[in-house]
């Protein structure tokens, strides 16, 4: 059973910073693709960034390349995101997500729907 479990959301103040972690269990994050996602009320879920080749390997939305930094920590099993001089538009429930084992996080790398498992989600609201 895959279990994804988001923490370290909450409230921050424009310009400053946060780093979320997401915790997998039933699952070895670092042989298969992991992702962050947001969406944000009445807008559609975005891709921020996903990791993959036992964290060797990054990619970013355009975006949110420069303020958004995605890692691994493969001793703890767990995938962070890094936020920085975040802005109100940042406000948005965030997201962990993890492909099936197998599947190649080089097609449609930060497209949702090639994602199988997500967590609960974690709120960050900037104010």
């Known amino acids: 059973h895959v279990q994804l479990v988001e923490s370290g959301g909450g409230s921050v103040q424009a310009g400053g910073s946060l780093r979320l972690s997401c915790a997998a269990s039933?699952?070895?994050?670092?042989?298969?693709?992991m992702g962050w996602f947001r969406q944000a009320p009445g807008k559609e879920r975005e891709g921020i960034a996903a990791?993959?080749?036992?964290?060797?390997?990054?990619h970013y939305a355009a975006s949110m390349e420069g303020r958004f930094t995605i890692s691994q920590d493969n001793a703890n099993n767990t995938v962070n995101l890094r936020m920085s001089s975040v802005k109100p538009e940042d406000t948005a429930m965030y997201y962990c997500?993890?492909?099936?084992?197998?599947?190649?996080?080089?097609?449609?790398?930060?497209?949702?729907?090639?994602?199988?498992?997500w967590g609960q989600g974690t709120q960050v609201t900037v104010s």
């Open positions: 997500a993890a492909r099936m084992q197998g599947v190649d996080c080089r097609l449609g790398t930060l497209q949702w729907q090639y994602f199988t498992y």
């Open positions: 039933g699952y070895t994050s670092s042989s298969n693709c």
């Open positions: 990791i993959y080749s036992g964290g060797r390997s990054t």
